[in-house]
């Protein structure tokens, strides 16, 4: 094997011996196409995996790997559906799942990309990777239950299009997908979950609440490593950011915004005044 090959899928390392480090397992999660397989690669990946921070790894498969179904639309042409149907809570809940497979595969795309981190880089977005997972589980598991599976809705894929755009720039891909894209989940979660409630789905809405949770953390990690990556880079962070969401065409943020959360996940409130001011 080469030092840059994709890892064996029965995870040993290079020599056949041992683990295959956490960034190579990584890939190789990424790499899968069947949500079961890729969920079970995740759940595989120890938080003690040996870690090599600086070797330089070349994917070659198409990334991500996902399954042939849902079928990917422009964001513009995915129906909406009214909450007082089945089908319709359906159909968001089937939103939700796409929205935590695409994290699934930023968090492992996030670890075995960009090399030359501090340990706790990775095991901060493994961490992620398996919250995500278990995020997807939870969701698909609730559609089954209601007569539905992963697929069978149309879905868009906005939050990886981001990722393909920021692939070479790290400092990029933490200000425009975790703080950007995946913090507007801090702001939608409450209305989904009202609506959820509102419609008799308790069951449902209990398993937003875990997401919300959840994601605080999530974002709060992005922006840790933000900060820290502007300091070492002599960047002020607010004006940083204003530059990267011009540079690479971020969405324009519009409220209401969920404050509480928002400063829970580590904004301040120079960023939360230039957000409302947008």
């Known amino acids: ?6 890892p064996p899928a029965d995870g040993k390392g290079p020599d056949g011996h041992g683990a295959a480090c956490l960034r190579a397992q990584a890939l190789h999660a990424l790499a899968a196409t069947a949500w079961p397989d890729k969920l079970a690669r995740v759940r595989a990946i120890g938080c003690d995996a040996p870690l090599d921070r600086v070797r330089q790894y070349t994917a070659h498969a198409e990334l991500p790997g996902r399954p042939a179904a849902p079928e990917r639309v422009p964001p513009a ?6 909450m007082a149907t089945l089908e319709g809570r359906a159909a968001l809940l089937h939103a939700l799942a796409h929205i935590e497979f695409n994290a699934v595969n930023l968090a492992l795309d996030i670890i075995w990309r960009f090399a030359g981190m501090p340990d706790a880089f990775y095991r901060d977005w493994l961490r992620v990777a398996h919250e995500e997972a278990s995020h997807f589980d939870l969701l698909n598991q609730r559609l089954a239950s209601l007569g539905y599976a992963y697929g069978d809705f149309p879905a868009h894929d906005g939050l990886w299009d981001m990722a393909e755009r920021t692939q070479d720039d790290l400092l990029a891909r933490l200000a425009l997908v975790p703080r950007t894209l995946e913090a507007r989940g801090l702001d939608a979660s409450p209305l989904i979950r009202n609506k959820l409630a509102g419609a008799g789905d308790a069951q449902s809405a209990a398993i937003v609440d875990i997401i919300l949770r959840d994601e605080i953390g999530h974002v709060a990690i992005g922006n840790t490593w933000y900060k820290q990556l502007c300091a070492e880079q002599g960047r002020e962070p607010v ?3 204003a530059e990267l969401a011009a540079r690479y065409g971020a969405p324009r943020l519009r409220g209401p915004f969920n404050l509480e959360a928002r400063r829970a996940a580590g904004f301040d409130e120079a960023e939360l005044t230039a957000l409302q001011a947008d």
């Open 239 to 241: 004006a940083c950011y």
């Open 77 to 82: 042409q995915v129906p909406h559906r009214s």
């Open 1 to 6: 094997m080469d030092s840059n090959s994709i």
